[in-house]
């Protein structure tokens, strides 16, 4: 079966985990809008997250960088009157360097993160949804900034008014993510913050269009339970864009293209509200607690 899954950062990496273990053929298309250039170099948040676990040295406890890190580049930065906000560990900013040697020598992102995901030796594709320079920007009432600042600097505390995807109406998919999504059997959404995981990827000109041109069934795990975001900040920006802040509200937002969702076992009351969208819905234990619950939804579901 030829899998193609959407991912966002660190619950998506999850998923990733349980599927890799399945007797599937999977290429990951990650989302880029977390993009951030940083001390020189050019940091891919959500690439790397989905490299790191794929290869199994990511930092378990975060859920990104790597196990084992040292920051020495870090107090140098820091001793060197920089703002050091931004936790880049020394692996992972040799891997984002490495990165950035490939774009300033004329590689597409494509081609430097197919160059990095085999260094780190990660058995599949794994593309950036895009080659070109997306950026998720919050609008807050204290102004206008990138989704890292947000996120890492202020801790996610501002209140936020907007989101737009700045880049994104001159971006095109790769011809690599359009091939891989028209031969796919299944596209699978994995649980992922919609609006600036899954958002940025939508917010480019044919990329929602192959989804909805695809053979392939499209199925997602929906990261909401009851009337928020099992972790991080999605129900934040669900409620900024005009969004129900749970399940409901997500099926809406992928119904254009979407077969099926599964949700909490506990949200079972709304399966009629999403199945009134057009999507089919299943319920199930969405917790991602460990590795049984990794495999297990990852199996669940491809036989959605
Ligand atoms: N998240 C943090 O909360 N603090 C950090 O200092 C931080 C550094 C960082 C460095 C590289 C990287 O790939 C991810 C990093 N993240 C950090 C995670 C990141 O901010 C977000 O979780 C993702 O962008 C969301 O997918």
Redesign the pocket.
């Known amino acids: 079966m030829k899998v193609v899954a959407l991912a966002?950062?660190?619950g998506s990496a999850k998923v990733l985990r349980g599927m890799k273990s399945l007797p599937i053929d999977l290429t990951v298309v990650a989302n880029v809008g977390?993009n951030v250039w940083m001390y020189g170099a050019y940091?891919c948040?959500?690439v790397?997250?989905a490299c790191y676990t794929l290869s199994g040295v990511v930092d378990r406890a975060r859920g990104?960088?790597v196990e084992g890190e040292t920051f020495e580049a870090m107090g140098t930065f820091e001793r060197s009157g920089l703002e050091t906000?931004?936790?880049?560990g020394d692996r992972?900013l040799a891997v984002c360097m490495a990165r950035t040697e490939m774009l300033r020598r004329g590689s597409t992102l494509t081609e430097a993160t197919d160059m990095v995901r085999r260094g780190l030796g990660v058995p599949f594709p794994v593309l950036p949804a895009t080659d070109r320079h997306v950026e998720t920007r919050v609008a807050t009432p204290g102004g206008d900034l990138h989704?890292?600042e947000f996120?890492?600097r202020d801790r996610g505390r501002p209140r936020v008014t907007g989101v737009s995807y700045r880049g994104a109406s001159s971006a095109r998919p790769t011809r690599a993510v359009a091939d891989a999504i028209l031969r796919a059997d299944r596209v699978v959404l994995c649980p992922a913050n919609p609006v600036t995981?899954i958002g940025p990827m939508l917010a480019v000109p044919g990329f929602a269009r192959l989804l909805a041109r695809t053979d392939a069934r499209a199925v997602a795990l929906s990261p909401m339970s009851g009337s928020g975001p099992i972790s991080g900040p999605a129900g934040k920006f669900m409620k900024a864009v005009g969004r129900r802040a749970d399940s409901v509200g997500v099926a809406k937002m992928y119904s254009q293209f979407l077969d099926a969702m599964m949700i909490s076992a506990e949200d079972s009351a709304m399966s009629r509200r999403v199945a009134d969208l057009g999507v089919e819905c299943r319920t199930s234990d969405t917790m991602i607690r460990g590795p049984q619950d990794e495999a297990r939804l990852a199996k669940e579901l491809l036989a959605l």
């Open positions: 966002g950062g660190t977390d940091v948040p959500d790397d997250i990104w960088g906000w931004f936790r880049l992972d989704l890292q996120w890492v995981s």
